[in-house]
Nanobody, 133 residues
Framework: SQRLVESGGGSVQAGGSLRLSCVVR????????MAWFRQAPGKQHEEREA??????????SVAASVKGRFTISRDNAKNVLYLQMNNVKPEDTAMYYC????????????????????????WGQGTLVTVSS
């Protein structure tokens, strides 16, 4: 069964908002730093970009490309990770993945981990976000 299950993707016009959710079904991830990665159309796995991270220490960090527009949060009681996306742009169009980066990982570290260094099993299947102009 899937250990990370994303939802909330869809089509939205530029300037609009979406909230992505990720249900974390594996308790071993309770002490993991978590992140949202995205893979734009035509890009390879190695080119996946971390856009926001939630550290195991409760810290958060977002990439410069989405700063001021995206917010990451985590509801530990419900085991859900969120990505609130506001004022979206066409360049935000991508498959968005929920990722368990690693144990005892700060947000800064989680945001800068290379996607190839994260075990395949720690990735959700993704949810597609399409932003039209």
């Amino acid at each position: 069964s899937q250990r990370l299950v994303e939802s909330g993707g869809g089509s939205v016009q530029a300037g609009g908002s979406l909230r992505l959710s990720c249900v974390v079904r594996d308790d071993t991830y309770s002490n993991h730093g978590m992140a949202w990665f995205r893979q734009a159309p035509g890009k390879q796995h190695e080119e996946r970009e971390a856009v926001a991270a939630y550290g195991s220490d409760g810290t958060t960090s977002v990439a410069a490309s989405v700063k001021g527009r995206f917010t990451i949060s985590r509801d530990n009681a419900k085991n859900v990770l969120y990505l609130q996306m506001n004022n979206v742009k066409p360049e935000d169009t991508a498959m968005y993945y929920c990722v368990a980066v690693g144990p005892r990982s700060s947000a800064i570290r989680a945001l800068n981990v290379m996607p190839g260094a994260i075990p395949f099993a720690n990735w959700g299947q993704g949810t597609l976000v399409t932003v039209s102009s």
